[in-house]
């Protein structure tokens, strides 16, 4: 009798289990046939890592032409915001670049790819400034010496290896500086236009314009008469930037450029006015303009993060990190406010993760880049091409 029951009962669970499988596999089938073409087209891929969009270029002609398109390109743009860390290893024998995800640097370096525009080193390659998965990289002549000026500035998209060569045409020979003053490149949406700005060592400011290839000089710029730093931030339609004034004891002062009217506007910053304090760059969280300072002797390291609240009316102290161990101060770099609230940061030429609550005791080793850490860049992965406009 028992051995009875138990057959029937392995017989119904058997029944349960093929019955429960048919209704599931029915389920599917009828949520696949309630998926629109729209949907897969506009909310999925949309949402895809670009990588993943690449690929499904193979899948028709019609995905092709749809994926390809510069509305699903603005559209997938619009929910990309996974940055990667941009490598070129200068001490490579070849001319490669390799990634590094920001959230998950554990995962080390990705395998090196080729450059696709040609240069000589990767010495002669410099990583200059990013924005919406394009990078400006400067290219020097192996025959310049001196190494004072760039002999071409390239648009690149390291995802697709599509580059554009900037045309030369009203260029000032100012445009092509190796200069470490402020280099910006942002994205026009009234003219729907990619630009670049770049700063001389003359404190001269002049705009490239994607769409039209051409160089233009900003005449308004009174206030660039002192020393600028490649430190910047765009916010709202407006870039700041960081200008070191030795006029008023050697402080740090903030000013804003309107995009619109390419008019300049000086932001109080009273927490800059220290002379042991250095500027470690701008970065945007939350809709808010924060500045990194460093503020070091010979025992001891600090690095606060500022928040600017409105056009600068008022600043609050949001982070502030103790590290005794941080070593020069050239060393030390914040890099990525992670998802989990840490801070990706650069320590000499190891990545570590920094809890901001607890910077003393959870510093951590993640990745030891080498050498090659100091030719660095940040930025999205994105289909957006440096040669869309041409025709």
């Not at 093929?18 to 949907?39: G, Q, W």
């Not at 525009?117 to 990013?130: L, Y």
């Not at 092509?176 to 402020?182: D, G, I, L, S, V």
Request: include cysteine; charge should be positive.
């Amino acid at each position: 009798m028992a051995a009875k029951k138990t057959h029937h009962s392995h017989r119904r669970r058997k029944a349960m289990a093929a019955k429960k499988t048919h209704h599931s596999h029915r389920r599917r089938k009828a949520m696949a046939a309630e998926l629109s073409p729209d949907i897969v087209l506009f909310h999925i891929l949309a949402r895809l890592p670009a990588k993943s969009v690449v690929r499904f270029k193979c899948v028709s002609k019609g995905w092709h032409s749809f994926l390809t398109t510069p509305m699903f390109t603005n559209m997938h743009l619009h929910h990309q915001n996974r940055h990667k860390l941009l490598f070129i290893p200068k001490t490579s024998s070849s001319c490669t670049f390799r990634t590094i995800d920001c959230e998950s640097p554990k995962d080390g370096l990705t395998a090196p790819r080729s450059l696709p525009f040609k240069v000589d080193s990767p010495r002669n390659v410099s990583i200059i400034t990013s924005f919406n998965g394009l990078v400006c990289v400067g290219i020097i002549e192996q025959d310049n010496v001196e190494e004072e000026y760039y002999s071409d500035l390239v648009l690149w998209n390291p995802l697709t290896c599509e580059y554009r060569i900037l045309s030369k045409t009203n260029a000032h020979k100012e445009c092509y500086e190796t200069t470490t003053r402020a280099s910006v490149l942002y994205y026009t949406s009234s003219e729907d236009d990619y630009k670049l700005l770049r700063v001389t060592n003359s404190c001269d400011a002049y705009i490239y314009s994607l769409k039209s290839d051409l160089w233009r000089k900003i005449e308004s710029t009174e206030n660039f008469h002192r020393w600028i730093s490649n430190h910047c931030a765009l916010l709202n339609g407006k870039l700041y930037f960081l200008k070191y004034d030795e006029a008023i004891n050697k402080s740090h002062l903030v000013i804003s450029l309107d995009l619109k009217t390419e008019k300049f506007t000086e932001v109080t910053t009273p927490f800059f006015r220290d002379s042991t304090a250095i500027c470690m760059g701008f970065t945007v969280l939350r809709g808010c303009i924060h500045v990194w300072m460093l503020h070091h002797s010979d025992l001891w390291r600090r690095i606060e993060l500022w928040r600017m609240d409105g056009d600068g009316d008022s600043w609050m102290k949001v982070v502030t990190c103790t590290n005794a161990a941080c070593g020069c101060t050239w060393c030390v770099q914040p890099l990525h406010l992670m998802a989990d609230g840490n801070w990706l940061m650069r320590y000499g030429e190891c990545l570590c993760i920094t809890d901001p609550n607890d910077p003393l005791n959870s510093t951590r080793v993640v990745t030891d880049m080498g050498t090659g850490i100091r030719r660095r860049g940040k930025c999205i992965e994105t289909l957006v091409s440096p040669n869309q406009y041409m025709k």
